[in-house]
């Protein structure tokens, strides 16, 4: 994150918003989606390494020569 924060203050000198720079911005929205992914997906069944490879092999994305 950028040191380039800028804060919004109230009448009391209380921060109450926060100006971010615009690519940190953009980082931080793309990490909220993959934290929302990662949550959705939770409860679905796990498969180890092994199996991975074994899966995308059989599909054609991995080759023996890659992995």
């Known amino acids: 994150m950028s040191s380039?924060?800028?804060?919004?203050?109230?009448?009391?000198?209380?921060k109450t918003a926060v100006i971010v720079?615009?690519?940190d911005y953009?980082?931080?929205?793309?990490?909220?989606e993959d934290l929302?992914?990662?949550a959705e997906?939770?409860?679905e069944p796990r498969v180890n390494h092994e199996?991975?490879?074994?899966?995308?092999?059989?599909d054609g994305i991995l080759?023996?020569?890659l992995a």
């Open 4 to 14: 380039a924060l800028q804060y919004l203050t109230n009448e009391e000198g209380e």
């Open 21 to 23: 720079p615009w690519q």
């Open 36 to 38: 929302a992914a990662v």
């Open 63 to 65: 080759h023996d020569h």
């Open 26 to 32: 953009i980082k931080f929205m793309e990490d909220m």
């Open 51 to 58: 199996e991975f490879l074994a899966e995308l092999r059989k």
């Open 41 to 43: 997906r939770r409860d």
